[in-house]
């Protein structure tokens, strides 16, 4: 076991520091892309719920027509 110095103890706080600092800006860039995949999804879906809106009212314009027949 090293022997416990101040020194020793300011290298491993000097790692730790920079341990914590790499941790943050991996968790920046994570949260960045989280956020941006939750962006696309919330998009998609409000592209289907339009999507669903417009074959109903085509739907229900064929049966309009249909029933003219």
């Known amino acids: 076991m090293p022997e416990i110095t101040l020194e020793f103890i300011g290298k491993q706080l000097a790692t730790l520091i920079s341990d914590v600092g790499q941790l943050r800006d991996e968790m920046t ?16 879906i409000d592209e289907i719920r339009g999507l669903s809106r417009l074959y109903d ?13």
């Open 29 to 44: 860039v994570l949260s960045g892309i989280t956020r941006r995949l939750d962006g696309t999804v919330s998009g998609l």
């Open 57 to 69: 009212r085509l739907d229900r314009r064929i049966r309009e027509l249909e029933g003219r027949s």
